[in-house]
C-alpha cells in the first residue's frame, strides 16, 4: 500500500516554474512533517537535500537556496502537499521526494511518526 504519492515532475526551461504535489493520508498529515527532499547528481556525495517542510500547524521552513523561489503549502481538504517553484534554474535539476519524515508537536502535543517516503518524481532543468 503506497502512502505517499508525487507527482508533476517534468522538464522545463530555466526561469520557469512546476508544481508539485504529494498525496497521502490524513493520519499521516496529523502526525508527520511533511517535507520535500531532492536528490541530483550535481550535489556533493550525491546526498538527499532538505528543501522545505511543513507541519500541520502551517510553519514552513527552507533551505536557504530555494527561499524566495520555492512554496510549500497544505491541502488538507485533499490530504496532499504541494511545492510551487518559480525561477527554476539548472541547479534545481533533481528527482523530488514527498516525505513525511518526522514527528511534529502542535497545540502542545507530540505526535509520532514512523516515516513514509514517496518514490520520487523528476525535474529537469535546463538552459
Not at 3 to 20: H, M, P, R
Not at 39 to 45: E, F, I, S, V, Y
Request: aromatic share 8%; net charge positive; proline share 1%.
Amino acid at each position: 500500500q503506497v502512502k505517499v504519492v508525487e507527482s508533476g515532475g517534468d522538464s522545463v526551461q530555466a526561469g520557469g516554474s512546476l508544481t508539485l504535489s504529494c498525496t497521502t493520508s490524513i493520519d499521516i498529515l496529523r502526525s508527520c512533517r511533511m517535507a520535500w527532499y531532492r536528490q541530483g547528481l550535481q550535489r556533493p556525495g550525491n546526498e538527499r537535500q532538505l528543501v522545505a517542510n511543513i507541519k500541520w500547524d502551517g510553519t514552513t521552513d527552507y533551505h536557504d537556496s530555494v527561499k524566495g523561489r520555492f512554496t510549500i503549502s497544505q491541502d488538507k481538504a485533499n490530504n496532499a502537499i504541494k511545492l510551487q517553484m518559480n525561477n527554476l534554474t539548472i541547479d534545481d535539476t533533481a528527482r523530488y521526494y514527498c516525505a513525511g519524515d518526522r514527528g511534529q508537536s502542535y497545540d502542545g502535543v507530540w505526535h509520532s511518526c514512523r516515516g513514509h517516503w514517496g518514490q520520487g518524481t523528476q525535474v529537469t532543468v535546463s538552459s
